[in-house]
Nanobody, 122 residues
Framework: QLQASGGGLVRPGGSLRLSCAASGFTSDIYAFGWFRQAPGKEREGISYISRSGDGGTTHYTDSVRGRFTISRDDVKNTVYLQMNRMRPEDTAVYYC???????????????WGQGTQVTVSS
């Protein structure tokens, strides 16, 4: 089970940190991804992190690269998404998900959190 938290309302240019806590399994055997879905749009993957044993390498889509940072703490069984310099177009429901390997293929993510709303508005 994954539990996402940390969403809320933030002004343009502001920051938020999302957390994704895993329970029922140890996070170190999974890769994780953060996805978001804006109203009327498809769910899109924005950031991924491989298993720590695979180097914990990270990947970002162009729209968030340089502003968002994904990280993991396997001791706390938690994955984070630090979001800085936020824009109105970042407004969406954000989901975390786990997969056996880091991949952009959304179908490989078998565990999903419930989603947390992020709204960027002045």
């Amino acid at each position: 089970q994954l539990q996402a938290s940390g969403g809320g309302l933030v002004r343009p240019g502001g920051s938020l940190r999302l957390s994704c806590a895993a329970s029922g399994f140890t996070s170190d055997i999974y890769a994780f991804g953060w996805f978001r879905q804006a109203p009327g749009k498809e769910r899109e993957g924005i950031s991924y992190i491989s298993r720590s044993g695979d180097g914990g390498t990270t990947h970002y889509t162009d729209s968030v690269r340089g502003r968002f940072t994904i990280s993991r703490d396997d001791v706390k069984n938690t994955v984070y998404l630090q979001m800085n310099r936020m824009r109105p177009e970042d407004t969406a429901v954000y989901y975390c998900a786990a997969a056996p390997i880091a991949t952009t293929d959304i179908l490989q993510y078998g565990y999903w959190g419930q989603g947390t709303q992020v709204t960027v508005s002045s």
